[in-house]
């Protein structure tokens, strides 16, 4: 269990907050870029801040309070111009930074908006996510995470917005025995109640449920290590105690501070999920879904990246509990807006997660007295084009040999597709496509 104290230490992130100074060290994706191609001129609220993210109509984009600094009208019903976002009431002009630079209904000679100033963030644009930072200058730079820059793939973005803390989202991937009852027995139970386990299981032995539920039998013990780059953790089995052979299963990696990336090696079917706090009892949650191919398999190439929604509920406001990342969510926003650590009790399944507390307030200390966390990147020279935050064989360098082997996630055209958030995302058919494409190619070198 945790304090109160510690409890507030980890899940608040307001400004002043020892977390929320922790979270402003490291740029944040806020929305996806194609998002603003619908509507140039988005309200968000981010950290527990409400602001205005636009684009103007020279392409560049800007991230600033959400208020004129005249009479506190909405920028999100602003204007956008070639230089920044005019405001609705009077046409104050806002640059991408926050900037007045231009009151047009003053005096011509005014220099008034010259001593106007509002908040400003900078942003940038990668992967089709736009990216913001909002901590003390200098900004560190961008770090290019292997599923947005990777070449020869196909990419789209699931995301929702939760009602709970982001930690009770992220720590779901410091707890790699969830599986066998989230994604297994409740899955099988949702199926029965709809009548569809053998429509949905039938004739698929790569089917997740019946291998989530396997993955519990012969438990020896859970473990977990801090890596360069965040932490990884994993389940030991022994075949004394049931389990097929004496093996380790090694679970999905954590890139600190909130993504966790599923995939590796030769896997089609790559995901960062990423826990973007909006304040303390909500969390924009975004799957970024990547979709690797050999180099022998050309992937169309992609104008925009879209975005897709992951549902939470039906039209009768019951949960969906029918693919995996819904029923993820439920066991996060049932444990109520920011749950009370203090009343837990930790088993040997949690391991993982006390080391990843035990992370995240090293990391908080350091910048308390004053120096920069984990992953924080600042020297060009020495920045990679991508960098692997999980496992990954570094023979195949920025590349891959993406296979169909494994699990349901690289069997998406063998009608496995149903079973994950990706299959709500426009590009399910040309995914479904690709993987077909990979399987042949991979039966002809054969």
Known sequence: MLSVEANERLTRVGKGTPMGELMRRYWVPIRPFAMLLEDPVLKVRILGEDLVLFRTLKGELGLIGDRCPHRNAGLEYGIPNEDGLRCPYHGWMM????????????????????????????????????????????????????????????RQIGICEIPCNWLQCHENTGDPAHSVYVHGELFKYSLEKMGRVEERQADKPQHTIMNRIKSGVGIKSIW???????????????????????????????VFPFFTQTGGPHQVRQEFQIRVPIDDEHTYHIAYGCYLSPQAVEVPKQEIIPYYVTPALDANGRPIL????????????????????NTEKL????????????????????????????????DPAAMPELIHGGSWEERLGKGQEATTAGNFRNNYHKGLWLDDGDRYGSTI??????????EEHMTSKA
Request: contains cysteine; charged residues 25%; glycine residues 8%.
């Open 95 to 154: 640059d991408p930074t926050g900037q007045c630079i231009d009151t047009p209904l003053e005096s011509k000679d005014s220099t008034f908006k010259d001593k106007i100033k509002i908040t400003g963030y900078p942003v940038q644009e990668m992967g089709g996510l736009v990216w913001a930072y909002m901590g003390p200058a200098p900004a560190p730079l961008l770090a290019p995470w292997d599923l947005f820059v990777f070449p020869n793939a196909m």
């Open 224 to 254: 977990a290590r801090p890596t360069k780059y965040g932490m990884e953790k994993g389940i030991d089995y022994s075949r004394e105690l049931g389990a097929d052979k004496d093996h380790t299963a090694r679970h999905s990696t954590v």
């Open 322 to 341: 029918d693919y995996v990342i819904a029923q993820d969510a439920i066991a996060w926003w049932s444990q109520g807006a920011i749950t009370n650590r």
């Open 347 to 378: 088993g040997r399944t949690d391991v993982p997660i006390i080391l990843m507390r035990r992370q995240f307030e090293q990391q908080m200390r350091i910048v308390e007295d004053g120096g920069d966390p984990m992953n924080t990147f600042r």
């Open 429 to 438: 058919s040309q995914i479904n496509d690709l993987m077909r494409r990979i």
